[in-house]
């Protein structure tokens, strides 16, 4: 899947309510609720697919949490139920979704209320945003309303008026909560002014709280969001770390924030970690903000504390930063780093994540697996969320370790094919059950002399791009073996923004959706294809069994070939590029099968 469209992740919710001062960071990690594998729901609207499809691609991997000064502490719940999604066409042709979420905000802060998540996109450009509102009356708006409130027009949901929004301090918004002004003095924060925005969704001072802007307006035109202006963004305050937070996201890097212990001089200091990453998943930099104000720290701030992870005492000098260029060209600066009373902090060490200490412990990983994950959370909160839903058993605990060493080889490959591959070593020792055919017409004409697949001498029944008077569209009807083979999108973990039919991985659930043959075959069975791809293990293809022989030995298999047409072939005459006509493979003195066979229960 593509992720370069979207250029931040899930929209972030900021609001005060009523002398708590509460702000949702973003924390990424997959939460369950909103990550089951049943990723497709609705299979007859291709819109509410393709918006379901990004939400999950982009947004699923971060989790929410309260933090309510002098509290602690509070998990965000959220699902949205997209059963009860609505749809609307707006007048410029944006397709508007708006799904209503099932959220703890509002049992946490004792209010009644609200959220809507709002989903628009156009040319495969895909914004979003939360909508909420805290009062005790609800107000029923339609698609195209919400739409507006998101993205256009702010305006007020009662009567209940504010004269003057300017001195508000909490500048990025995508809500409509009662605000509250705030003062740090005297080493507490006192609320200085309360008042009602209204439904506002605006950018604010810094720039919009949702998806979609790839220019935030208001940004300081230094790039300083630090209260220092002899050290660039190494101190900022807690209502400028938002919508410094969303400026970088909106340059495509991420963030991940957990509760942390921070060690340094021989002191410890609890509080929060947050941790910026490149677009290539590389850690940049890291800020620490204390629960508690020490004569070294003070709380509400949050300090940059260097690049080099959790283990930054073993570099020499891990705070020193200046300038750093991302891969898309942006120019990012940050200084150098002291504490309060001009500290340096050298040496500062900070404990992981609770998930990575997990598979940690779980895994026995190794030092280098360990750092590739402390560079690399994206990888470690998809393997915590895969063990999650599927159980940390010792066959799924072996496939998270293998899927760590396969990233660490340099694959991008996504935890969803890798779970597809590695049915080849869940069942090493398969047979399938088929016979060698005298001649394999298929393979020959469709391997071309390079070994790749050439279907040319096929119709192309569902190109992938459709092209009227110049101008290409996707094809949302194009669909290949995997849709063809495994019942739509009823197992599909992995679809193509552009073709939502265009099935990459499916989930095989031996426990709950199908049975390995290790018997006759039966026509109606699955089966997946397996090869050797320049070294390493690969799954390549799908079939449906239509035809066996007296001893239950497959001889007919349909499939889809790429975009081209369905045809019929014997299950070993495929083309070169998905796998041998032999049983079986070798890759590095071990054997892995080619075919693998499944029944639905």
């Keep these: 899947m593509k992720s370069s469209q979207i250029k931040s992740g899930k929209p972030e919710i900021h609001f005060n309510l009523k002398k ?37 691609d982009q947004a699923r991997e971060m989790k929410n949490f309260i933090q309510l000064d002098g509290i602690g502490t509070i998990t965000m719940q959220e699902n949205p139920l997209w059963e009860k999604a609505n749809k609307a066409e707006v007048g410029d042709g ?19 209320g609200n959220l809507y998540l709002v989903i628009a996109f156009k040319d495969n450009q895909y914004r979003s945003r939360y909508i909420g509102n805290t009062k005790t009356e609800t107000t029923t ?9 998101a993205f256009s027009h702010p305006e007020q949901l009662s009567q209940d008026k504010s004269q003057n929004t300017n001195n508000t301090t909490n500048r990025v918004a995508c809500t409509d909560w009662t605000w509250v002004t705030k003062s740090f003095q005297d080493g507490e ?49 807690a209502d400028n770390f938002l919508p410094y937070k969303a400026y970088l996201r909106n340059t495509g890097m991420g963030t991940k924030s957990y509760s942390s212990t921070v060690y340094r001089n021989g002191m410890q200091y609890q509080g929060q970690i947050v941790q910026f990453y490149s677009p290539e998943g590389a850690l940049m930099i890291t800020y620490f903000s204390p629960n508690t104000t020490s004569s070294e720290l003070t709380a509400g701030f949050f300090y ?48 992981r994540s609770s998930e990575i200490l997990s598979l940690i412990s779980t895994l026995g990983l190794n030092s280098t697996e360990i750092s590739f994950l402390d560079s690399h959370y994206k990888h470690a909160d998809r393997l915590v969320n895969y063990l999650a839903v599927n159980g940390s058993n010792a066959n799924n605990q072996a496939f998270a370790k293998w899927s760590i060493e396969r990233w660490i080889t340099g694959s991008t490959i ?38 790749s697949a050439d279907f040319s001498s096929l119709t192309e029944t569902t190109p992938r791009f459709l092209y009227n008077n110049g101008q290409q569209t996707a094809n949302v009807e194009a669909f290949n073996c995997h849709y063809y083979a495994w019942y739509g999108l009823q197992y599909a973990t992995l679809v193509d923004d552009d073709n939502p039919k265009w099935v990459y991985n499916i989930r095989i659930n031996t426990s709950t959706d199908f049975d390995l043959v290790t018997g006759p075959v039966h026509v109606g069975d699955r089966i997946t294809y397996y090869q050797n791809y320049q070294g390493k293990l690969d799954f390549t293809h799908s079939a449906i069994v239509v035809q066996v022989d007296q001893d239950g030995y497959a001889t007919k298999a349909s499939s889809k070939m790429g975009t081209y047409e369905i045809i019929e072939h014997h299950p070993r005459d495929v083309p070169a590029a998905y796998g041998l006509t032999d049983p079986s493979f070798q890759i590095n003195g071990t054997t892995y099968p080619s075919r693998i066979y499944w029944r639905k229960k």
Excluded at 426 to 447: E, G
Aim: glycine fraction near 8%; aromatic fraction near 8%.
């Design 189 to 237: 924060w006192v609320v200085v002014m309360e008042e009602y925005i209204g439904r506002t969704c605006t950018t604010g001072e810094f720039g919009g709280g949702g998806t979609g802007s790839e220019n935030p307006t208001g940004t300081p035109p230094d790039g300083d969001f630090g209260i220092d202006p002899n050290c660039k963004n190494c101190v900022i305050s």
């Design 141 to 149: 708006r339609s698609t195209a309303q919400l739409y507006d409130v």
């Design 304 to 351: 940059s504390i260097g690049n080099n992870g959790p283990d930054a005492a073993n570099n020499t000098n891990p705070n020193v930063i200046s300038t750093i260029i991302l891969s898309n060209g942006v120019t990012w600066n940050v200084g150098t780093t002291t504490t309060d009373n001009g500290g340096s902090f050298q040496g500062t060490t900070y404990t």
């Design 414 to 451: 996504s935890i969803f094919h890798l779970d597809n591959v590695y049915d080849a070593i869940r069942y090493q020792n398969y047979l399938p059950r088929d016979k060698a055919p005298q001649t394999t017409p298929r393979r020959n004409s469709f391997t071309a002399a390079d070994g």
């Design 20 to 56: 708590l001062s509460i702000v949702l960071i973003s924390l990424t990690f997959c939460f369950l609720t909103s990550c089951q594998k049943n990723l497709i729901t609705n299979k007859d609207d291709i819109d509410l697919m393709k918006a379901q499809n990004w939400y999950h």
């Design 94 to 112: 944006t397709i508007v979704i708006t799904v209503p979420v099932e959220t703890n905000i509002f049992s946490t802060i004792k209010q009644s």
